[in-house]
């Protein structure tokens, strides 16, 4: 199982090598844990969180994870508009673009988030 954690920590640290969050394009980040998800939008410039959803927030009883990170994903989207934002970068955190990760960044594409 260390294996597994050594291998997402060296794909996570050659993603975020290369990409970099601002304030009109902040970074989403993506983090998921065996029970939730979280999702924050960055700026990399100031070090700053501009905000966070994850699923403790939404409250749909009977989903699957697939479809609660789908929710997820919409609700930035929905957060990140009021705010005027409608650019991110993707920040899959390491992890394989599938699953949830990637119900996630769908979510957020359908509210009409571009990246």
Sequence with gaps: MLKKVQNRNRRHKRVRAKIKGSEKIPRLCV???????????INDEKGETVLMVSDKEIKKPKLKKVEISKEVGKEIAKKAKSKKIDKIIFDRGGYKYHG????LAEGAREEGLKF
């Design 31 to 41: 983090f998921r844990s065996n029970k939730h998800i979280y999702g924050q939008l």
């Design 100 to 103: 949830r990760v990637k119900a």
